[in-house]
């Protein structure tokens, strides 16, 4: 997957900005509210894969110190943004603040559109009276939250100006076929050449950056690095075993009610957006600090993602003995029993090429394919030994089981009134899967159809 360009939401409040991003999520994430300045903080969305949407604090006078901060976050967003969307209310006239946003964009020389909201109010102007805005009328399109007015167009709009092409979500279409040969993947030529990219994710001091200069020191031979700024994510790609490898050194993730305005807010933002570009994520543990709950949160984000994950534990020179930390580690992550957990010292230099082995080797599983003969034997193996357990009394039946993607591996299970099938009879599954195929790792993704009668 590669990096998912990001896209700016910015406007004076109660535009209709939180309602635009939760149409176009297709889900509430944003809070909307009749007063104004709801939103305080950066809110992020992945738009059906293929870009990230920002729902930045509506622009105000910085009548204090506060509010200044919040004008600071949207010119960070403007700066990190691959294309803006300028936000408007279509039933009011534009005042100085609407052009000075509007100037703003135009500034950063990004793909900029105009987007009248709420254009299906009976008071919505016409477009000549946003001309003073210099935004040219070929660039804007009318929207609506409420009605799904022009939520289409927008995003054909957005797709066009990033010159990228929608990605459609991670569950396969009912057509896709399983490719099940039984054996490991033969990597074709194509698919060698992208770099594998490893992101460090990991709250703040907890050893990233000392990790990241030892692997680049270590390597066999560095192809190219690309230091970016405080705001961004710094990259290198170094050779492993003839394979190139991207690693993303990613800012430190606070729990978001601690995080600075501005910059800090914003740099989780691109750590988030690093996730979901990555291939495989090392989740760094320090072994000096009892972990937070804020590992398991991002723990929980990287899985949702669908990638990789391993658990690094860092700074292992510090500490006496490490068993006491690693129970600890296997009872708090217990809903990670497929997380390879690696102890490292960026200091001592213990284990920090293994990283990349371990790497390689997830790499491997999230490409794995099984037979759909051997998926078949697991799932009635399954329903022998545990009969599937259903909701309201019922009797789910699950019919028969194949793959039909990888990275993540992804099984679809046929069967009927499969929608009442009990979450712990699903998990019982995919234990029966690992028991065989370990898929050390990586996350497997399920989805269940019922299939006519």
């Known amino acids: 997957m590669k990096k998912l360009p990001i896209v700016a939401l910015i406007g004076q409040?109660?535009?209709?900005?939180?309602?635009?991003?939760?149409?176009?999520?297709?889900?509430?994430?944003?809070?909307?509210?009749?007063?104004?300045?709801?939103?305080?903080?950066?809110v992020m969305a992945t738009i059906d894969n293929s870009f990230m949407l920002i729902d930045t604090a509506g622009l105000k006078d910085p009548s204090d110190d506060f509010e200044a901060s919040i004008q600071d976050q949207i010119e960070d967003a403007i700066d990190a943004a691959d294309a803006i969307l300028v936000t408007l209310d279509a039933a009011k006239y534009p005042d100085y603040r609407d052009k000075e946003i509007a100037k703003k964009a135009l500034k950063s020389r990004k793909p900029v559109l105009l987007v009248l909201n709420k254009s299906d109010l009976g008071e919505?102007?016409?477009?000549?009276?946003?001309?003073?805005?210099?935004?040219?009328?070929?660039?804007?399109?009318?929207t609506s939250a409420t009605t799904g007015q022009g939520i289409n167009e927008l995003k054909r709009r957005v797709f066009s100006s990033l010159e990228t092409v929608p990605r459609t979500a991670y569950e396969p279409s009912e057509e896709s076929e399983p490719r099940n040969d039984g054996r490991e993947r033969t990597w074709s030529k194509a698919e060698k050449n992208p770099a594998l990219k490893l992101a460090l994710i990991g709250r703040p001091n907890v050893g990233k950056s000392s990790l990241f200069n030892s692997l680049a020191?270590?390597?066999?031979?560095?192809?190219?690095?690309?230091q970016g700024t405080t705001r961004d994510v710094n990259r290198v790609i170094v050779k492993y075993k003839g394979r190139d490898l991207e690693i993303l050194d990613t800012a430190g993730l606070r729990k978001p009610g601690k995080r600075e305005v501005?910059?800090?807010?914003?740099?989780?933002?691109?750590s988030l957006a690093a996730i979901e570009e990555s291939d495989i994520c090392a989740l760094l543990v320090d072994a000096t600090e009892p972990h937070s709950k804020l590992d398991q949160s991002l723990?929980?984000?990287?899985?949702?993602?669908g990638k990789g994950i391993i658990i690094v534990l860092t700074k292992a020179d510090l500490v006496e003995n490490t068993d006491e930390i690693l129970d600890k580690l296997e009872q708090?992550?217990?809903?990670?029993?497929?997380?390879?957990?690696?102890?490292?010292?960026?200091?001592?230099?213990?284990?920090?090429?293994?990283?990349?082995?371990?790497?390689?080797?997830?790499?491997q599983n999230r490409h794995l394919e099984i037979k759909t003969s051997e998926l078949n034997k697991i799932l009635n193996d399954a329903i022998m030994s545990h009969a599937p357990a259903g909701l309201k009394n019922t009797h789910p039946k699950p019919k028969y089981i194949v793959q039909t993607d990888t990275c993540p591996p992804w099984f679809v299970v046929h069967g009927h009134e499969l929608e009442l099938l009990h979450w712990s009879w699903k998990r019982f599954l995919e234990r029966k899967i690992r028991e065989k195929y370990p898929f050390v790792g990586t996350p497997i993704m399920f989805s269940f159809r019922n299939d006519k009668k």
């Open 124 to 142: 919505a102007l016409a477009s000549e009276e946003f001309l003073s805005l210099g935004i040219k009328p070929t660039e804007t399109i009318r």
């Open 332 to 363: 708090d992550f217990d809903f990670l029993p497929f997380a390879p957990v690696l102890i490292t010292s960026s200091e001592t230099g213990q284990n920090v090429t293994k990283l990349f082995e371990l790497a390689t080797e997830v790499e």
């Open 217 to 226: 020191k270590k390597q066999q031979a560095i192809v190219s690095s690309r």
């Open 299 to 305: 723990a929980g984000q990287i899985v949702e993602a």
């Open 13 to 42: 409040t109660n535009a209709g900005k939180s309602s635009l991003l939760n149409r176009m999520a297709r889900k509430n994430i944003a809070i909307v509210a009749r007063e104004e300045g709801t939103t305080r903080d950066n």
């Open 262 to 270: 501005g910059i800090e807010k914003f740099s989780a933002i691109r």
